[in-house]
């Protein structure tokens, strides 16, 4: 990794002044980001990083005073052109010419794994991880709700992958509960084998709006009930019916995430776990965390004094599992199965307790692994419309944002030259979706614009794929660059400075993406790489200038396109060529 190489030679310099290991120091050491002011130092080193057990008192004005001084006792040499002190931090820029040979050799040699061959993440272990998301209701149509999972479990995902994780992805279907028996109910007075089979989800959502309506009057209730209680005894029609259901759901569901990019190592769900949850409260029971209320219900007390104050409900009156019992089971069976490092769950934060829950009742069972369960959660999407009005699924969505998009390269000049502009406008149209997902805070709620997401200039998607399509074009035109034949002196100027200074900073935003699982990081990054490329395409042109400069200058703009390119992949969007 290019940056780690300066930093290296910068922390060799540091440990020999510092008397300190260069290993203590590398992490101190980070890449600028890049500033209007143009002539900003590439690396700095924070110097109350350094400092351990430094008392407050005057703190600053002592952290500038040993900043001043530490740079007054470092030295310029082959790597390190200027040395300076900032407030608080030593400053360091990095010659020039080798600044440009060194990101643009490191771009090419690395390829897609630039950024994570670095020394950020040579002490971080290499993990199993098992990650559940997306986790849709059978047959019940794909609701917008679940896009926000969908989306950011495949970040999480493709982003462990790239670092050299191994991944399960697991989808864990809603496909157990009393809505069975209403829709079984439902689907004997209302339901139609052939518009189950031509439209599934569809049809089923219908048959379960008409039940619904039904279902005040207690003959309805008493038919569902008993339908539900056939399906937990393994009634061979009942179960027949609720097979085919899944069955279709799932078809369904396959044909979405293909549309969205994203897949599954492994389709689960509540049903799995009917048996096992027994298993799980005869456990409970033999430990003696069940205890029953006067109701007949199982609790577990999850109170620190043991006085009741804060409990979880985990079996039903009747003796039957709940929705907790069930996810207890799961995840011991899938620590049984897949020996797992950690375990993500990712869901909106109205499940926050829920998981507490689950996973403080794992400890008390004396799974010490549930330290090392996490979850991931979300806010809320606000204000999600089509033209015809509220949202409820996913797909209208889908079919809304390539509908916008094609009506907006349609209106521009240069669309007739794409090839597919129908499967162009559907990329396009994701990555207006997960941009303006992504950019902020995943645990924040925000209100939805189409106008906004769907913007070509500014923070958004359609913009990154703009960028790359036209740094495509750029090298479709001139041809590919070669690294062995480019001049590095013609790459000097300030728009080709920043462009390099900021390729610089990609393993630092990876690192700190994967640390805190926030997407938002690489979003800035990617919008501000495609904002300096796009000032560099006006100020450095590539035709009309001579041989050297126009190769330099391809070669800095493929690097650009590499890493613009690395980045989105990781988002879950696809890159595009033309537009």
């Known amino acids: 990794m290019a940056a780690g190489s300066f930093r290296r030679s910068i922390a060799s310099q540091l440990s020999k002044v510092l008397d300190l290991p260069p290993e203590n120091l590398i992490k101190s050491i980070s890449a600028v980001p890049v500033s209007k002011k143009r002539h900003v130092a590439d690396f700095q080193l924070s110097i109350a990083s350094i400092i351990e057990n430094s008392s407050s008192d005057g703190l600053a004005q002592d952290l500038h005073l040993q900043a001043q001084q530490l740079a007054e006792r470092l030295k310029c040499d082959s790597v390190v052109s200027e040395i300076s002190a900032g407030p608080g931090t030593v400053n360091f820029t990095i010659n020039r010419e080798l600044l440009a040979k060194t990101v643009l050799q490191q771009v090419w040699k690395n390829g897609s794994e630039y950024g994570v061959k670095s020394e950020l993440f040579s002490t971080v272990p290499?993990?199993?991880?098992?990650?559940?998301?997306?986790?849709p209701n059978i047959a019940k149509k794909f609701h917008i709700g679940h896009l926000r999972s969908t989306i950011v479990g495949n970040f999480i995902a493709n982003l462990k992958v790239a670092l050299g994780h191994e991944v399960v992805r697991i989808n864990y279907l809603g496909d157990w509960?009393?809505?069975?028996?209403?829709?079984?109910?439902?689907?004997?007075?209302?339901?139609?084998?052939?518009?189950?089979k031509s439209s599934p989800l569809q049809h089923l959502f219908e048959v379960y709006v008409q039940i619904n309506k039904a279902a005040e009057d207690e003959n309805t209730k008493k038919l569902a009930k008993d339908f539900f209680r056939k399906l937990e005894e393994h009634d061979e029609q009942t179960l027949s019916i609720w097979k085919l259901f899944?069955?279709?759901?799932?078809?369904?569901?396959?044909?979405?995430?293909?549309?969205?990019?994203?897949?599954?190592?492994?389709?689960?769900?509540?049903?799995?776990?009917q048996e096992k949850a027994r298993e799980v409260l005869k456990m409970l029971e033999d430990k003696g965390l069940l205890q029953k209320t006067i109701k007949g219900t199982g609790i577990v007390d999850l109170s620190e004094k043991k006085d009741l104050s804060t409990v979880s409900t985990v079996m039903r009156s009747d003796g039957t599992s709940l929705y907790i019992t069930r996810d207890l089971a799961a995840a011991i069976d899938r620590m049984n199965k897949h020996s797992w490092d950690t375990m993500i769950y990712v869901t909106d934060k109205s499940q926050s307790n829920h998981f507490q829950h689950l996973f403080q009742i794992l400890k008390l069972m004396g799974y010490d692994w549930a330290e090392r369960c996490q979850h991931v959660s979300f806010g809320l999407v606000q204000g999600m419309k089509t033209r015809?009005?509220?949202?409820?699924?996913?797909?209208?969505?889908?079919?809304?944002?390539?509908s916008r998009m094609l009506e907006n390269m349609t209106s521009t000049k240069?669309?007739?030259?794409?090839?597919?502009?129908?499967?162009?406008?559907?990329?396009?149209?994701?990555?207006?979706?997960?941009?303006?997902?992504?950019?902020g805070l995943l645990s924040s709620d925000y209100q939805f614009s189409w106008d906004r997401a769907l913007q070509s200039r500014g923070d958004t998607g359609v913009f990154l794929q703009y960028?790359?399509?036209?740094?495509?074009?750029?090298?479709?035109?001139?041809?590919?660059?070669?690294?062995?034949?480019?001049?590095?002196?013609?790459?000097q100027?300030?728009?080709?400075?920043?462009?390099?200074?900021?390729?610089?900073?990609?393993d630092e935003v990876l690192y700190r993406s994967?640390?805190?699982?926030?997407?938002?990081?690489?979003?800035?990054?990617?919008?501000?790489?495609?904002?300096?490329?796009?000032?560099?395409?006006?100020?450095?042109?590539?035709?009309?200038?001579?041989?050297?400069?126009?190769?330099?200058?391809?070669?800095?703009?493929?690097?650009?396109?590499?890493?613009?390119?690395?980045g989105m992949k990781l988002l879950g969007i696809t890159p595009v060529t033309q537009m």
Not at 250 to 271: M, N
Request: aromatic residues 8%.
């Open 126 to 135: 290499r993990q199993k991880a098992v990650i559940e998301f997306s986790s």
């Open 177 to 196: 509960g009393m809505q069975f028996g209403l829709l079984g109910v439902g689907f004997q007075s209302f339901g139609s084998k052939e518009k189950l």
């Open 246 to 273: 899944r069955d279709l759901s799932i078809e369904e569901y396959i044909r979405i995430y293909k549309r969205l990019g994203v897949h599954f190592d492994e389709y689960s769900g509540e049903s799995f776990y």
């Open 388 to 402: 015809r009005g509220e949202v409820i699924f996913l797909e209208d969505v889908l079919n809304e944002v390539r």
């Open 414 to 439: 240069t669309t007739k030259e794409v090839q597919d502009p129908v499967e162009t406008a559907e990329k396009v149209g994701l990555a207006a979706l997960i941009i303006q997902d992504f950019r």
């Open 467 to 491: 960028t790359h399509a036209r740094l495509h074009s750029l090298e479709q035109m001139h041809g590919n660059a070669e690294l062995t034949d480019v001049n590095v002196a013609c790459l």
């Open 493 to 506: 100027e300030p728009d080709a400075i920043s462009v390099l200074q900021h390729l610089l900073r990609y």
């Open 514 to 566: 994967s640390q805190d699982l926030q997407p938002k990081h690489i979003v800035s990054y990617l919008l501000t790489l495609s904002h300096l490329a796009a000032v560099a395409h006006k100020t450095l042109p590539v035709k009309g200038s001579t041989p050297d400069v126009a190769q330099a200058r391809l070669c800095l703009f493929q690097a650009a396109r590499l890493v613009l390119a690395n």
